[in-house]
C-alpha cells in the first residue's frame, strides 16, 4: 500500500465516497437514528451518538494523519481530555500534568481532583528530577502539552514516554499547536494524541471540537465506548465542517508559519517587547527539542510587553488587524492576554509558578497578508510610545 503524504491525506479521506448519487465531496447525514435491515440485524450506524458517516469520516482522517490506529471526535477539546481521563482513571490513581498547561486543562483537571475523582500533580515536565519524583507515585496516566499554551515551551516527548514504560504510564500528548504536519507524538513513543479541533485542524473560528487518537485498537475501543456512554461524541454537522477545514491545513500551516518568521524578526527590533517566546528563537531553551521532534515551528508566539501595564492595555487596544480574543489557529489574526482570559482559571499562585505574567501577551498569527500584520503592530507600538 502506497503510504500517502499528510497534504493528501488531509485532502482526499472521504472524497468519491458516496456511492447512492456520486457525490465527489461527502453528503452531510443529519439523521439521529438509522434504520435496521431486519429484526435482530444492527447496522453500520444505528444512532447518532455512537456513530455518523462524517464523524467516521473525520475520525479516519485524522487517525491516518497521526499514524494512530482509531480515533474518537468529541464536542470539543475538553471533553476529549475529559473522556480520556473517564476512561482510564480512578480515584485513587494519579495524572501528572504540565504546570504551564492551557488553562480549561489546568481547570478541568484540578476541579475534578478536587471533588476526589482522582490525583493529580502539575509538574515542570523538563525539570528531570520533578519528573522522576513523579514517576515514583506510579501514575495511571501523564499528559504533555507541547509546545505549551501559552509560553511555548517544549519537552522531550520521546525522552518522556521512555521514562514512564517502566512504571505503566500511559502517555497523551496535546498536539494543538502543531498539528500532524509538524508533529507525530505516536511515532514517539506517547500512546495518544489529543487535539483541539477547534483550532487549527478546523481553522476557521466557526466550529468547536475535539479529538483523540489512539496507538492501539484496545484503548480506541474503550474510548469509544465511554463516548457513547457519556455523550461526548460531535455532532455529524460540526464533523463536516471540521473535515472541510481539514482539506487545507497543509496548506494554511505553511502559512501560518511562514508568516510567524516575519512577525518574530519584527519585534526582535522592537524596544517595547522584551522576552519573546517561540521555539524556532536559538534563545528558547527547548530550541533543540523543538528540531529533534518537529518538523516545523509553528505559528503561535507570545512576549513580554517592556513597557508599563496601562501601556500594554493601549498597545492592544490600538490593533486593528488582530482581535482581542480567546481561541487560536483560525485564519485571523489574534492578540490575547492569557493572564486576564484563557488562564485566568488558574488563580495568581499557579498563574506564577506557570511564569504566566500580567505583561504577557499571546499572538495567533492568521492568513492575512504578513505585510499589513507588521503594519498594523508597528503604528500600534508607536502611538504607544508617542504618548509615554
Given at each position: 500500500?502506497?503510504?500517502?503524504?499528510?497534504?493528501?491525506?488531509?485532502?482526499?479521506?472521504?472524497?468519491?465516497s458516496d456511492t447512492q448519487y456520486h457525490a465527489v465531496v461527502p453528503p452531510i447525514y443529519l439523521s439521529t437514528n438509522y434504520g435496521f435491515?431486519?429484526?435482530?440485524?444492527?447496522?453500520?450506524?444505528?444512532?447518532?451518538?455512537?456513530g455518523n458517516p462524517n464523524r467516521g469520516l473525520l475520525e479516519q482522517a485524522l487517525s491516518e494523519l497521526e499514524c494512530g490506529e482509531d480515533a474518537i471526535v468529541t464536542n470539543c477539546g475538553t471533553s476529549a481530555i475529559n473522556l480520556w481521563i473517564s476512561t482510564f482513571l480512578t480515584p485513587q490513581e494519579w495524572i501528572i500534568a504540565p504546570h504551564d498547561c492551557y488553562g480549561g486543562t489546568y481547570r478541568l483537571l484540578?476541579?475534578?481532583?478536587?471533588?476526589?475523582?482522582?490525583?493529580?500533580?502539575?509538574?515542570?515536565?523538563?525539570d528531570p528530577q520533578a519528573l522522576t519524583d513523579a514517576l515514583a507515585l506510579n501514575p495511571k496516566l501523564l499528559l504533555i502539552e507541547t509546545p505549551s499554551n501559552p509560553l511555548v515551551r517544549v519537552v522531550d516527548i520521546a525522552h518522556i514516554c521512555q521514562q514512564t514504560k517502566s512504571v505503566g504510564t500511559l502517555v497523551a500528548v496535546d498536539n494543538t499547536f502543531l498539528t500532524p504536519i509538524y508533529?507525530?507524538?505516536?511515532?514517539?513513543?506517547?500512546?495518544?494524541?489529543?487535539?483541539?479541533?477547534?483550532?487549527?485542524?478546523?481553522?476557521?473560528?466557526?466550529?468547536?471540537?475535539?479529538?483523540?487518537?489512539?496507538?492501539?485498537?484496545?484503548?480506541?475501543?474503550?474510548?469509544?465506548?465511554?463516548?457513547?456512554?457519556?455523550?461526548?461524541?460531535?455532532t455529524p454537522f460540526d464533523s463536516y465542517m471540521t473535515l472541510r477545514g481539514l482539506r487545507t491545513?497543509?496548506?494554511?500551516?505553511?502559512?501560518?508559519?511562514e508568516s510567524a518568521q516575519h512577525i518574530l524578526a519584527y519585534l526582535q527590533s522592537q524596544p517595547l517587547v522584551a522576552t519573546i517566546y517561540h521555539p524556532s528563537l536559538t534563545s528558547h531553551p527547548g530550541h533543540a527539542i523543538a528540531k529533534k521532534q518537529q518538523t516545523g515551528f509553528g505559528s503561535m508566539l507570545s512576549f513580554d510587553f517592556a513597557g508599563s501595564f496601562d501601556q500594554?492595555?493601549?498597545?492592544?487596544?490600538?490593533?486593528?488587524?488582530?482581535?482581542?480574543?480567546?481561541?487560536?489557529?483560525?485564519?485571523?489574526?489574534?492578540?490575547?492576554?492569557?493572564?486576564?482570559?484563557?488562564?485566568?482559571?488558574?488563580?495568581?499562585?499557579?498563574?506564577?509558578?506557570?511564569?504566566?505574567?500580567?505583561?504577557?501577551?499571546?499572538?495567533?498569527?492568521?492568513?492575512?497578508?504578513?505585510?499589513?500584520?507588521?503594519a498594523d503592530l508597528d503604528q500600534a507600538f508607536k502611538q504607544v510610545q508617542e504618548s509615554c
Open positions: 500500500m502506497t503510504i500517502r503524504k499528510s497534504a493528501t491525506i488531509a485532502v482526499r479521506t472521504g472524497i468519491e435491515p431486519a429484526f435482530g440485524e444492527v447496522p453500520t450506524y444505528d444512532y447518532t451518538r455512537s484540578n476541579s475534578r481532583a478536587k471533588k476526589g475523582d482522582f490525583k493529580v500533580l502539575f509538574i515542570d515536565q523538563s508533529q507525530r507524538p505516536l511515532t514517539l513513543g506517547a500512546d495518544f494524541v489529543i487535539h483541539s479541533t477547534t483550532k487549527y485542524l478546523n481553522g476557521h473560528s466557526d466550529v468547536i471540537g475535539g479529538v483523540i487518537i489512539s496507538k492501539t485498537s484496545q484503548h480506541a475501543q474503550e474510548l469509544a465506548w465511554w463516548g457513547n456512554c457519556l455523550g461526548s461524541t460531535g491545513l497543509a496548506a494554511r500551516m505553511r502559512v501560518h508559519e500594554l492595555k493601549a498597545f492592544v487596544g490600538h490593533l486593528a488587524l488582530f482581535s482581542l480574543a480567546e481561541s487560536l489557529g483560525g485564519v485571523e489574526s489574534l492578540v490575547c492576554h492569557p493572564a486576564s482570559m484563557t488562564h485566568r482559571a488558574m488563580g495568581e499562585e499557579a498563574l506564577a509558578k506557570a511564569g504566566v505574567s500580567e505583561q504577557l501577551l499571546r499572538l495567533s498569527v492568521g492568513l492575512e497578508d504578513v505585510a499589513d500584520l507588521i
